[in-house]
């Protein structure tokens, strides 16, 4: 069995692979730097906090992630997926909130690792995931219209309709000079990549756009990072947050919303660049890695971080193939921060508006959210609920509910595929039905096909009652079951008590081990006798005819 936490890091020096590629995974780490360093700005800013805050959190939560994680290429930092979530909390809870949520969703993910995980935070369903991040990217959008336009609103309401209407009411105070930054970052930012992908065209833009709207425009014409938040700090500063223990409680929803969001995202990061290198990432591994980064990150003010896709995939696509490259973009972070971090407070607001509408649009996946309108009506209702809970409502919400119903979803799928025919002697698999024609009087077989747990379990245990009572003997298969709950347990036992009043015994076939492990604690054991529980139907048959016999 796997570690629960193995870094990648340390493998990989031991077998020459850090060596091998050092020059390659140097060169990829600038390149990310470069790419890291508009996003966190303007991360961090659409939050609702600082930009050297976004900036602190990629080089902090960055080293931690590619120094500790299961993942050879994950390059880490703040994302997209974030700015609604941290924006919400800060609202709510203040900074001290925010940074409090975020230990504590830390502290939440080392969990997830620890209890092993990973593997099963990588099955949520696709239509929730493509519901929440397609709501993310619409509610992005529309924080930053107001920048976009340079309008000048006291109090952006924080509803998303309530923004809109905000919007239209002040359409007469447009900044024409905002409005063009805004279409030149996006066509730069677009159109960039068509040039060359070395260079991004978020950077590009804000090299070219900052000094033009320094020198150029009139002065004071459009708002700056500097005219809202002040002077940008160069250093770093532990931030101990005031903590009130008696409401510890009040942050665990946030940070429970923070920790699977992010556990969501790191690990579908981690997938897609396994596919892009054909590597293997260690799940666990990590989670309690991003766990970690989280919890020092915000010691010094940081945001929430994760695995960010498109920074990955820069890294893999410019030949990053080991954490070194993860580790050089956080040094290079580092030393643009300390001698170019003050030159930022010069970004106008609407070149960062224009970059996040090209990031808002790049989430939105709305090429999968049409495919999903085509497919089942279940899939349909995850992703519609979900869509529409994040945008009007909270992402929060959206998630707990989303998960719940597609929890739902799922167990009425399995319920509603359960058998309910009886299965006999005219019904049987081809290769049973032709060797065994000649099935005695008295001897019924039922399959259980697929996992026995609470969403099951009812349907197939009247099944079996139903068919039990015409029977002197009932064989039940269970070769498709691949686990069995406590629900199912405690229904399986009861219809053996009715059974066994009615003169009826079972004999249990195809039984793995796991599974009857599970029985024999159960009690279930106890009932049929454990002789009667098979691992082969062959033998559980020869033993089953030998009852009638008797």
């Known amino acids: 069995m796997e570690k629960v936490f193995s870094p990648k890091l340390f493998g990989l020096i031991k077998d020459g ?65 974030f700015i609604v979530i941290v924006y919400g909390i800060i609202q709510e809870y203040g900074i001290d909130g925010m940074i409090i949520a975020t230990i504590l969703a830390g502290v939440i993910m080392i969990g997830f690792g620890l209890l092993r995980l990973g593997t099963l935070l990588k099955f949520i369903p696709h239509p929730l ?84 709207a320094m020198f150029l425009l009139p002065e004071n014409s459009v708002t700056t990072i500097g005219s809202l938040f002040g002077e940008i700090k160069c250093n770093f500063e532990p931030v101990i947050p005031t903590i009130e223990w008696e409401n510890l409680s009040y942050y665990l929803q946030p940070a429970l919303t923070i920790a699977i969001l992010g556990s969501i995202e790191s690990l579908l990061s981690a997938v897609v660049a396994d596919g892009m290198i054909s590597g293997h990432h260690r799940s666990n591994t990590e989670l309690i890695a991003q766990g970690i980064a989280n919890i020092a990150s ?23 193939r080991t954490p070194v490259a993860g580790i050089t973009h956080a040094v290079v972070l580092l030393l643009i921060m300390l001698f170019f971090g003050k030159w930022a407070s010069l970004i106008p607001m609407s070149c960062l508006a224009g970059i996040l509408i090209v990031v808002s649009y790049n989430m939105s996946e709305w090429r999968s959210f049409r495919s999903i309108l085509r497919a089942s009506v279940f899939d349909v209702v995850i992703l519609l609920v979900t869509f529409f809970l994040t945008v009007l409502v909270d992402l929060t ?13 799922f167990m009425k799928r399995m319920a509603d595929n359960a058998p309910k025919e009886i299965i006999g002697a005219t019904n049987l698999d081809q290769d049973i039905s032709e060797n065994y024609k000649d099935l005695p009087k008295g001897l019924g077989i039922y399959e259980i096909s697929g996992p026995f ?58 039984v793995s081990e796991p599974v009857k492990k599970d029985l024999l604690k159960g009690g279930v054991g ?5 002789d009667n529980i098979y691992p082969k139907f062959d033998i559980a048959l020869r033993a089953a005819k030998e009852m009638i016999e008797k």
């Open 17 to 81: 692979s850090v060596k091998k590629n050092l020059s390659k995974d140097i060169l990829a780490g600038v390149v990310v730097g470069i790419v890291a360093i508009p996003l966190a700005i303007a991360f961090a800013v659409a939050s609702g906090v600082s930009p050297e805050k976004g900036i602190i959190t990629a080089i902090v939560a960055g080293f931690l992630i590619s120094f500790l994680g299961g993942s050879r290429v994950q390059i880490g930092g703040p994302t997209g997926a």
């Open 129 to 212: 995931i493509v519901g929440f991040t397609s709501g993310i990217a619409l509610v992005i959008f529309s924080t930053q219209i107001s920048n976009a336009l340079g309008l000048t609103i006291a109090d952006v309401p924080s509803s998303f309709i309530g923004k809109w209407g905000a919007y239209f009411s002040n359409l007469d105070t447009v900044n024409w000079y905002a409005v063009g930054i805004t279409i030149v970052t996006i066509l730069i930012t677009v159109y960039m990549p068509k040039i060359t992908s070395r260079v991004p065209g978020s950077f590009v833009a804000i090299l070219l756009i900052t000094p033009v």
């Open 298 to 320: 915000s010691l010094f003010g940081g945001i929430p971080a994760t695995g960010a896709i498109a920074r990955t995939a820069t890294n893999v696509k410019n030949g990053g």
């Open 397 to 409: 919400v959206a998630i707990e509910i989303g998960v719940v119903l597609a929890a739902l979803l």
């Open 453 to 510: 747990f609470f969403g099951s379990a009812k349907t197939y245990c009247e099944t079996i009652r139903n068919l039990g009572v015409n029977y002197s003997v009932l064989i039940i298969r269970m070769r498709h079951v691949p686990f069995v709950d406590s629900t199912g347990l405690k229904n399986l036992k009861e219809t053996i008590l009715q059974l066994t009043k009615e003169n009826t015994r079972i004999v249990l076939s195809g």
């Open 526 to 530: 106890e009932l049929v006798g454990v």
